[in-house]
């Protein structure tokens, strides 16, 4: 099949159609006009006649076709017998920017999930983006009313030509960003949104802005008693602010968590690489919520690191950051959320904002010296061999990094913070470091000191929005809670931990200096 649909695109390469648009445009044509006209019709076997009939039934719905009588037959012929999902997942599965394709082992997992419910009504939002696994899912559930949706034109014909011999099939043309399926509820809905897309005509009256909150909201008001939303979201929808603590209230209130699952890294590459999490909703009470992590194990879906909690333990979290949960630190962090230590969100005692955004073509020799990730080594900052940029200084001003300033990566594979100590030079932070400038209650070393220690890093990865490339939001490093503990003892533990540092330092350097001999003498004995 694979052969047959490179050769098939060949022909279409050759007429200068090319862009996954004008692709799909094309085999909807040829789809259409046989369902229109079947196999044994003899219009098929003229050029001109075929070729009248796809500018009457088609182009209306899919514009002019862009070649002559001669191009069309060819382009039918190559594409007549080539399946219409299987075309669609060939020329989007190496698509960056647009349709996420869900793997075929996430569709079987959820195929399975839907025979345990066994539901009467099922809706499948944006089902153009489980086209791997759609159909299977679809066969299995002879008996239940199955809605489809999409807010893609060519997609929705997409999916009624797919779908056109199944009878307890409906798809249905609405955006789930706006309010959509009045007065229609389901048994179990499965949906896969947008991640943190923003636009003028998403629904206004949401909780949050962003596509992946509505679709959630949207989508628990289309629930049955006793009815399911298996939803994909987003790392942040666990912990973030901006509306977020909203939901997270509005469904806890309203609804109860039966589950959630971290799915594995490089679940929809290479559309996007971010840390996404299967939440399962229900509109019916819970005594314990299922939490864990995904792996992939010979091709299938298995949760390892599995946990349970109580529903009462689980409401008592502040919010649904599952990282705590499965971390080595969760005692040490249990401890610390329990103590009696005063604590406070980093915003309320520190501004934060994110270093400036520099082209590797802009770092030229200049007046402005610019800190990166590769010059914080230990905990400390390096200040030589800096790359540097030209710029007049009120335009970095913002950026400008102040003695006591705390810098943090939020890029790389690697957590490091340090302190910025004065220089007499101007110098401001990268795009991957997160600035944190203590205001009167807490100093930049007390607050530096507790990034780098395990409770600190447990929760700094807590806030982890990507999978392997580290990617954190400094809106989240906002929220971060820190002990508040009186000036003078901040300057105690700053203390002896610098002279603790300096012993370190000194006995590593004269072990290595020791080390470095030994093996020499060592090395002369071979001369």
């Known amino acids: 099949?694979?052969?047959?649909?490179?050769?098939?695109?060949?022909?279409?390469?050759?007429?200068?159609?090319?862009?996954?648009?004008?692709?799909?445009?094309?085999?909807?044509?040829?789809?259409?006009?046989?369902?229109?006209?079947?196999?044994?019709?003899?219009?098929?076997?003229?050029?001109?006649?075929?070729?009248?009939?796809?500018?009457?039934?088609?182009?209306?719905?899919?514009?002019?076709?862009?070649?002559?009588?001669?191009?069309?037959?060819?382009?039918?012929?190559?594409?007549?017998?080539i399946d219409l999902i299987d075309f669609t997942l060939g020329i989007y599965k190496n698509d960056r920017a647009g349709i996420i394709n869900s793997p075929a082992y996430l569709s079987k997992y959820i195929s399975e999930k839907i025979q345990l419910f066994k539901p009467q009504k099922i809706l499948i939002t944006e089902a153009e983006k489980h086209l791997s696994g759609l159909k299977e899912i679809i066969k299995q559930l002879p008996n239940s009313e199955i809605t489809l949706t999409t807010q893609l034109k060519p997609m929705s014909m997409l999916l009624k030509l797919a779908f056109n011999e199944y009878k307890n099939v409906n798809v249905r043309f609405e955006s789930i960003y706006t309010e959509c399926l009045k007065d229609e509820e389901f048994d179990y809905?499965?949906?896969?949104?947008?991640?943190?897309?923003?636009?003028?005509?998403?629904?206004?009256?949401?909780?949050?802005?962003?596509?992946?909150?509505?679709?959630?909201?949207?989508?628990?008001?289309?629930?049955?008693?006793?009815?399911?939303?298996?939803?994909?979201?987003?790392?942040?929808?666990?912990?973030?602010?901006?509306?977020?603590?909203?939901?997270?209230?509005?469904?806890?209130?309203?609804?109860s968590v039966k589950s959630i699952y971290i799915l594995p890294e490089g679940?929809?590459?290479?559309?996007?690489?971010?840390?996404?999490?299967?939440?399962?909703?229900?509109?019916?009470?819970?005594?314990?919520?299922?939490?864990?992590?995904?792996?992939?194990?010979?091709?299938?879906?298995?949760?390892?690191?599995?946990?349970?909690?109580?529903?009462?333990?689980?409401?008592n979290h502040q919010d649904w950051r599952i990282e705590l949960l499965l971390s080595e630190e969760n005692e040490c962090i249990q401890k610390f959320k329990n103590s009696n230590l005063e604590k406070v969100k980093l915003k309320n005692v520190a501004e934060i904002f994110r270093g400036k955004s520099i082209l590797k073509n802009d770092t030229i020799p200049g007046n402005i010296y610019v800190l990166n990730i590769s010059n914080i080594k230990h905990g400390e900052i390096s200040y030589l061999d800096m790359e540097?940029?030209?710029?007049?200084?009120?335009?970095?001003?913002?950026?400008?990094?102040?003695?006591?300033?705390?810098?943090?990566?939020?890029?790389?594979?690697?957590?490091?913070?340090?302190?910025?100590?004065?220089?007499?030079?101007?110098?401001?932070?990268?795009?991957?470091?997160?600035?944190?400038?203590?205001?009167?209650?807490?100093?930049?070393?007390?607050?530096?000191?507790?990034?780098?220690?395990?409770?600190?890093?447990?929760?700094?990865?807590?806030f982890q929005r990507g999978t392997v490339v580290m990617n954190i939001n400094h809106s989240d490093i906002m929220e971060m809670e820190i002990p508040v503990i009186p000036i003078s003892k901040q300057k105690e533990i700053i203390n002896k931990y610098n002279n603790e540092f300096i012993i370190y330092k000194n006995t590593t350097r004269e072990a290595e200096k020791k080390w470095a001999t030994v093996k020499n003498s060592l090395y002369d004995k071979f001369i």
């Open 189 to 255: 809905i499965y949906s896969l949104p947008n991640f943190g897309y923003r636009h003028d005509e998403l629904g206004s009256n949401f909780f949050t802005r962003d596509s992946d909150g509505i679709a959630i909201e949207n989508m628990l008001s289309h629930l049955k008693k006793q009815g399911t939303l298996e939803v994909i979201v987003p790392a942040k929808i666990t912990f973030a602010a901006m509306g977020y603590e909203k939901l997270r209230s509005y469904i806890t209130d309203n609804f």
């Open 388 to 462: 540097t940029i030209e710029e007049e200084e009120y335009k970095i001003k913002r950026y400008e990094l102040l003695n006591g300033d705390v810098v943090l990566s939020c890029r790389g594979t690697a957590i490091k913070s340090a302190v910025f100590k004065s220089q007499n030079k101007t110098m401001i932070a990268s795009a991957n470091l997160i600035v944190i400038r203590p205001k009167d209650k807490l100093l930049g070393e007390y607050i530096q000191l507790f990034l780098e220690s395990p409770i600190g890093i447990a929760i700094i990865k807590s």
């Open 267 to 315: 679940t929809f590459r290479p559309s996007t690489s971010i840390k996404t999490y299967l939440f399962s909703i229900t509109n019916s009470s819970q005594s314990n919520i299922d939490f864990g992590v995904f792996e992939l194990i010979k091709g299938i879906l298995t949760a390892v690191d599995k946990k349970e909690l109580t529903a009462k333990e689980f409401l």
């Open 1 to 81: 099949m694979i052969k047959n649909i490179d050769l098939a695109l060949n022909v279409l390469y050759q007429r200068q159609i090319s862009t996954r648009e004008q692709l799909l445009n094309e085999m909807l044509r040829v789809k259409i006009i046989q369902n229109k006209i079947k196999e044994n019709s003899n219009i098929i076997k003229d050029k001109e006649n075929l070729f009248q009939f796809m500018k009457k039934t088609t182009e209306d719905e899919l514009g002019f076709f862009p070649a002559d009588r001669d191009d069309f037959f060819d382009i039918f012929k190559a594409l007549r017998n």
